[in-house]
Each structure stands twice: as C-alpha cells, then as structure tokens.
C-alpha cells in the first residue's frame, strides 16, 4: 500500500484507495464508480478531498494517500500516509459521538457538529501508514 498513482482505484475487498500527497499541482478526477456510487478525487501535496455522489466525504491538509478506505454504517477505517502534523476531517452523521483511533492510540470520543462534520490531526511519516478507525461510540 502506498501512493495512489491512478488517484483513485477500487481494492479487490471493495475498499477504495485514494490520492497522492507528493504531486507538486493539484490534479482532479471524477465519474469514478464503485458500487453504484459516483467518486471525485482531488489532491495534491496541500489537500486530498474525496467526494461521493456529489457530498463530502474526506478531506486531509496537507495531503495524503488514503488506502483500504471502508465505511460502515457504525465505522470507517483507513490507512493513512503523508508528511508531519495532519488535519483529517470526515463526514459522517450529524450530533453524533465517535470514537477515535490511530494505530494504537485511542484519541478520545469526539461529537459531530450539525453538518455530521468530525476533524483530528495525525502525526504521519512518509513511507509509514497509520490505521485510523472511527467508531460510533
């Protein structure tokens, strides 16, 4: 698992794998079906966002490279990998608390503003993926 040349692909569990945080210009790529659903991914060495049918999904400042992306109605997990200190933002559902994970480290519950909206930071190592796990609590 590492950067996403092809910015987007579909894994053979059905998970997807998503951006790539060492391009120097912002490249875009949209209409990628999974499942039924329509993905947009755009990213870059500043941002990694992934759209789904046309609503926010993830965003990462700087930008990463996401693998193994799955979602849940209860969980979504990730493995992650950039530069430095990351503000990883998810959309999931609104009012809601969330239990946060990244690799063995519990980060603590975590409410969703009114938008479903819930943002952490991440200390990456290039070359080095972290498992993030976000949970209902």
């Known amino acids: ?24 210009e912002k490249k875009k790529l949209s209409d990628f079906e999974v499942s039924g659903d329509m993905y947009k991914v755009k990213t870059w060495s500043e941002i990694t966002k992934l759209e789904r049918n046309g609503t926010f999904v993830y965003e990462s400042i700087p930008g990463t490279a996401v693998n193994v992306f799955k979602e849940t109605t209860d969980e ?9 200190n ?10 809601k ?12 519950v975590s409410k ?6 819930l943002t952490f930071d991440v200390e990456l190592q290039e070359g080095a993926m972290a498992m993030v796990k976000v949970i209902a609590a």
């Open 112 to 117: 969703t503003d009114i938008g479903g909206k």
């Open 1 to 24: 698992m590492a950067i996403i040349k092809e910015l987007i692909k579909k894994e053979s569990n059905g998970t997807i794998s998503f951006g790539n945080y060492q391009l120097d």
């Open 97 to 108: 608390e969330y239990k946060v994970i990244v690799g063995e480290r519990e980060l603590g």
């Open 86 to 95: 990351t503000q990883i933002t998810l959309e999931l559902e609104s009012n």
């Open 76 to 84: 979504v997990s990730f493995f992650v990998d950039g530069i430095g």
